[in-house]
T-cell receptor, first 111, second 115 residues
């Protein structure tokens, strides 16, 4: 089967750094996506990794290790508006094929 | 550029009734997906269209769910008859190209409650 694991909930302080981990065991791998989803809203794209290493985009960075089946999303200088669910998703097959999502990590940023 | 549009935003029905959801993807996006997101979980694919053809409907409960994209643009997802466990958010997403790095853009979703 397809298994994508993320912590259910995390809490962090405004201004701090938080790392959200994702481990996956899937039949096939053609890229890993991170999405942000505010309560009651649609998921919005944050990052995409297909090769090992770190991708940085402003306050957000995403890391991938294909040999370990592991990724993390790093959020720096946390703001209250970063309170949301963060979804890890794997594209198993090549081409524009469907994503398999984890259950998401609900992040609460507190003052 | 306008995003993915969905309607209605909310729907409440009784079990065994029928319901239909509509999606208009981003202009020029050939690929369209319907996902089901149950509270506290990630989205789960129901069906993928490439233009007006079905690419993947392996997880669509075909005894009660149907979907079409007749002209390769708008799409409709129908549930007939609905069950209590169909209560979820139904998300439509679209993407442009055919590569593995293509991003999916999601609509606001239709929140369905089956009583």
């Amino acid at each position: 089967g397809q298994n994508i694991d993320q912590p259910t909930e995390m809490t962090a302080t405004e201004g701090a750094i938080v790392q959200i981990n994702c481990t996956y065991q899937t039949s096939g791998f053609n890229g890993l996506f991170w999405y942000q989803q505010h309560a009651g809203e649609a998921p919005t794209f944050l990052s995409y990794n297909v090769l090992d290493g770190l991708e940085e985009k402003g306050r957000f960075s995403s890391f991938l290790s294909r040999s370990k089946g592991y990724s993390y999303l790093l959020l720096k200088e946390l703001q209250m508006k970063d309170s949301a669910s963060y979804l890890c998703a794997v594209r198993r097959n090549s081409g524009n094929t469907p994503l398999v999502f984890g259950k998401g990590t609900r992040l609460s940023v507190i003052a | 550029e306008a995003g993915v549009a969905q309607s209605p935003r909310y729907k409440i029905i009784e079990k065994r009734q029928s319901v239909a959801f509509w999606c208009n993807p981003i202009s020029g996006h050939a690929t369209l997906y319907w996902y089901q997101q149950i509270l506290g979980q990630g989205p789960k694919l129901l069906i993928q269209f490439q233009n007006n053809g079905v690419v993947d409907d392996s997880q669509l409960p075909k005894d009660r769910f149907s979907a079409e994209r007749l002209k390769g643009v708008d799409s409709t997802l129908k549930i007939q008859p609905a069950k209590l466990e169909d209560s979820a958010v139904y998300l439509c997403a679209s993407s442009h190209g055919v590569g593995s790095g293509e991003t999916q853009y999601f609509g606001p979703g239709t929140r369905l409650l089956v009583l």
